[in-house]
């Protein structure tokens, strides 16, 4: 089992940037390709990017495409969501997930292919 905790969010002016992180338990982190999801308020949980377990691939929705990147430290067990160029439109509580096997990250686009989930962390983005 993969335990996920998320850190870094809080509130930001628009244009300002984040760095949010997921830290995994457990020492099959590397085996894990890992997502980012997001929720507004009212809104459905929506993908922001995954990367791929060795981090060779990603994948980003296109709405973040171009401002937010997604990496990986394996030897750290955690993986990052770089974001920038924010605007008010990306205020959502922010979600890492955990999916299985070797994929490229297009794969992973899906909620349903995410075995883990944390428990989100809260980003605010003012004008």
């Known amino acids: 089992q993969v335990q996920l905790v998320e850190s870094g969010g809080g509130l930001v002016q628009a244009g300002g940037s984040l760095r949010l992180s997921c830290a995994a338990s457990?020492?099959?982190?590397?085996?894990?390709?890992m997502g980012w999801f997001r929720q507004a308020p009212g809104k459905e949980r929506e993908l922001v990017g995954a990367?791929?377990?060795?981090?060779?691939?990603?994948y980003y929705a296109d709405s973040v495409k171009g401002r937010f990147t997604i990496s990986r430290d394996n030897a750290k067990n955690t993986v990052y969501l770089q974001m920038t160029s924010l605007n008010p439109e990306d205020t959502a509580v922010y979600y890492c997930?955990?999916?299985?096997?070797?994929?490229?990250?297009?794969?992973?686009?899906?909620?349903?292919?995410?075995?883990?989930w944390g428990q989100g962390t809260q980003v605010t983005v003012s004008s």
């Open positions: 997930a955990a999916g299985r096997g070797a994929f490229g990250a297009n794969y992973y686009a899906r909620e349903n292919r995410y075995l883990y």
């Open positions: 457990g020492r099959t982190f590397d085996s894990y390709a």
């Open positions: 990367v791929s377990w060795g981090g060779g691939s990603t």
